[in-house]
Every structure is written in C-alpha cells, then in structure tokens.
C-alpha cells in the first residue's frame, strides 16, 4: 500500500484546526517537536520543528507514517507507536501518533530508565535487541536507535518497551517501498543499521547511567542553531 502525499495534503486541509500550547511540549527532536493533545491524552502530534520548510523536516514523518499503515493491519504487536492521522493546528501540519505510557500515565524513557538506574545498561541492550529481532521477523524497517527512542509501556516491571520513533527509513522513497515490500532486505536494513549504532548507542546509555542526564540529547526549542546530537523523543 503507498499513502500518496495528496492523500496527506488532503487529511491536513480537511482537519479541524487543533490549538496547541508550548506549556504541552514533550519533547525535542533535531527536525520535530513532539506535543501533547490535550483535546485527547491518547495521542502526541508531531511538528515540524521550523514550520516555514514543513514537508523538509517532516520527512521522516511521512516515511513512519507509510510504514506505520503497512504493518498495522499484519501486526498487533509491532513495538512501534503507529501512526493515526494528518491533522491541522496552529503550529503548522502535525502527524498524530498513540501516545505510549505507563501504568502511572507517563511517557518514560530510555533514558529516564538508565538515568534512575532502573535499568543497566547491560539490560537496555538486551531489550532493544529483542526489537530489533521483532522488527526482523515483521518488516519493519528501523534506522535510528537511540535511548530517547524508546518509551516503556505498561508496568515497568514487564520492561516492555515500544520504539517511538526512528522505525522507519529518513524519508519516503522507492527503497522504503522496496523494503517494506521484503522481509529479507528489512532484516538486512534493520540489523545493519543497528550493528553501526551500537557503539553509540552504548556509550550514550553508560554516559547517562552514570549520571549525565543531558549526554547527546537534542538542543531546547529557543536554540535551533545546532541540530547534532541525538533527539530526545522526537
């Protein structure tokens, strides 16, 4: 199935404008704002970051929003947080996506978890490779593995976590479609790109389980200047 753009532009211009707030911002990602609906708790909506160039860092949008409408008619259980709907709102075209929480109603992190040293490091690997093999047996194409990526649901003793973000290739194009279309090329996507992150990813977990919180996470909204780093919950 491939979710054309018209289709997108055609949900956005048919949306009731939503209002959203700073006071509701989430979280921060290098292209993308994450923000609550407060007209509906169960949902986030995703911004672009610099609304005058929407479609640029909405980018990856587009592509979690074709992979999110491939695979959640397949699985139920895809570790992903799938994507709903186009809306409009006063901060530009937003992607609403289910907001993944846990049993006290928050949206905790990876890094929240090793930060509070309720996870090792050690452990925060095994449970993202376990997605990683997920992901390898239901398609889903991954590219970006970092610890503001994932969110744990439910009681955190299941240590059951979901990805947010990052399930999907930067953009929308052929390869996506190519990929989505063969279980083989996800898997051999999906690992490789995990296999080149590890490291990284391993250093930014042991840097925050030991205490720096802040280590590798996307800039505050009021500096836009430098976008290195990883996000935080884009």
Known sequence: MFVSFREIKKQIKNSNE???????????????????????????????????????????????????????????????SLCQSWVRTNKGPGLVVER?????????????????????????????????????????????????????????????????????PKKLNLKTRLLLQSKVLSNYYTKRKWRKTKSRFTDCAQKVYAGDYNFAAAMPLSDTSNSEGLKANQ
């Open 18 to 80: 939503i209002i959203l707030s700073d006071n509701n911002i989430l979280s921060y990602g290098s292209n993308r704002i994450c923000y609550l609906d407060e007209s509906n708790p169960s949902t986030l909506i995703k911004i672009a970051r610099h609304p005058e160039s929407w479609k640029k860092d909405h980018r990856q949008s587009f592509s979690e929003w074709y992979v999110s409408k491939t695979v959640e008619p397949k699985n139920t259980e895809c570790c992903i």
């Open 100 to 168: 993944i929480v846990d049993d006290q109603g928050q949206s905790t992190t990876l890094r929240k978890l090793l930060f509070r040293k309720e996870l090792t490091v050690e452990y925060a690997l095994l449970l993202v490779e376990k997605i990683v093999y997920k992901f390898s047996t239901t398609g889903i194409p991954a590219s970006d593995f970092n610890i503001d990526n994932f969110v744990i649901e439910g009681n955190h003793t299941n240590n059951k976590l979901i990805m947010i973000d990052g399930f999907s």
